[in-house]
C-alpha cells in the first residue's frame, strides 16, 4: 500500500471506497534511526467494515418504505439488483435524488419511486425512499447511498415480495405461493386458521408453494389460508388468502314453493282475464251498434213491467226472468236472447 509522510505528523494511507473485503489488521512498521542496525517497531490496526445487510419482504401490489443510513446528506442514489441474482454487474441506477438542486433522475423505474415524507427530514436530516405498487419482479438488493461532501454513507436492504394466486379447476382450487430471494428464505409454508385443519403442501417450482383445496367448498374448508414466510433472519411475513362458500339461494326462492306456484297462476290468468273483457267490451259494442236499445220502464203490449210494479218486484225469483227490451233495428234481439239460452244449456 502507498504511504505519505506529512512533516511532524507521520505517516498515513487511504482506503478509498472501503468494502467489506477490506476489512483485516493493517501493520504500520516504523524503523528507528541509529548507529547501529535500526530497531523496528510495529503497530497494528484493526479495521472491519461492518455492511450489515437488512432483509424485509411485503405483497405484490403493496408499497414499502425503503430506509437509507439515517445520517446527513447531500444526494441520495439508489441502485437495484434483480432477485436472485449475485452477480454486482447487474447492478444498476434506478433512482436519485438531490436536495439543492431539488432534481430526481428520471426513468422508467424513478416513477415507481419518491422520497418518502419530506424530501429532506431536517429532525435528522436523513432520508427514506416510498417503492410503489411492487411487483413480483421487483423483488431483489437495493443500496441506498446517501453522500455528504466527500462522504459516502451506504445501507443494503434485501427485499422479497409475496404473490398469492388462486387457479379454479372443476374438482379444486389451487393456492400458489411464490416468493423471491430465496437464499434469504429459511421456510415457505400454508397454514389454515383452524390449526387442526392439515394442509398438504407441494413444490410448485423454485420459488413457489402450493396447497390444493377440494371442491365443493364445505364449512370445514372456509377460512383464511395464509402463505407464511420466515426469512433467515427470524422475521416472519405472511399473506392471506380467504377461502367462502358460494352464495345460497335466498329463501324466497327455495323455501316457498307456493308463493311461487301462486304468482305463476296469477300472472297465468291475467290474459285470460283480460281476453275475457275484450270479448264483452266487442260484443257490447256490437249490440249498440245493430241500434238494440234497452228500456226497463216500457210496456209491451199489455204485459206489466216488473220493474214499476212493486208487488211483483218484492216477489221471489221464478224460474224465469223477464226483460223488457224495445228492438229498434231490423233484426230481432229475441233472436239473441235464445242464442244465449241455448248456449247455457
Known sequence: MRSKNLPGTGTFTKLPL?????????VCV???????????????????VDDPVISTATQMQMSLILRCPIVPGDYVKLYWVPHDTSKQDNMRLVYQYDRWRNSTLLT????????????????NESFSILLLRLRLKDGGLYVCK????????????????MRVKV?????????????????????????????????????????????????????????????????????????????TQPLEETSADVTNPSMFASLSALLL?????????GVLLWRQKHISDRGIEQSLSVHLSDTENIYENPDVREAPPKDSVYMDLNPTGVDDIYKELERYEQCQN
Not at 467489506?20 to 493493517?26: C, F, N
Not at 516504523?30 to 490496526?45: H, P, Y
Not at 290468468?269 to 273483457?277: D, G, I, K
Open 30 to 48: 516504523v524503523q528507528a534511526w541509529a548507529k547501529s542496525r535500526g530497531t523496528l517497531f510495529a503497530f497494528n490496526v484493526d479495521v472491519n
Open 167 to 243: 387457479l379454479e379447476y372443476p374438482s379444486k382450487l389451487e393456492l400458489s405461493c411464490a416468493f423471491t430471494e430465496r437464499s434469504h428464505a429459511r421456510s415457505v409454508v400454508w397454514r389454515h386458521h383452524n390449526e387442526n385443519y392439515k394442509l398438504q403442501m407441494f413444490n410448485n417450482g423454485p420459488g413457489s408453494v402450493k396447497t390444493i383445496v377440494p371442491l365443493p367448498i364445505t364449512p370445514n374448508t372456509t377460512g383464511n389460508y395464509s402463505c407464511i414466510l420466515q426469512l433467515n433472519d427470524g422475521q416472519v411475513f405472511q399473506a392471506i388468502q380467504e377461502v
Open 108 to 123: 422508467n423505474e424513478s416513477k415507481r419511486f419518491q422520497v418518502a415524507g419530506p424530501l429532506y427530514n431536517a429532525m
Open 269 to 277: 290468468l291475467v290474459p285470460l282475464v283480460a281476453t275475457a273483457v
Open 146 to 161: 446517501v453522500f455528504l461532501n466527500d462522504n459516502v454513507f451506504s445501507r443494503s436492504t434485501v427485499l422479497s415480495i
Open 18 to 26: 472501503v468494502q467489506k473485503s477490506d476489512s483485516g489488521a493493517y
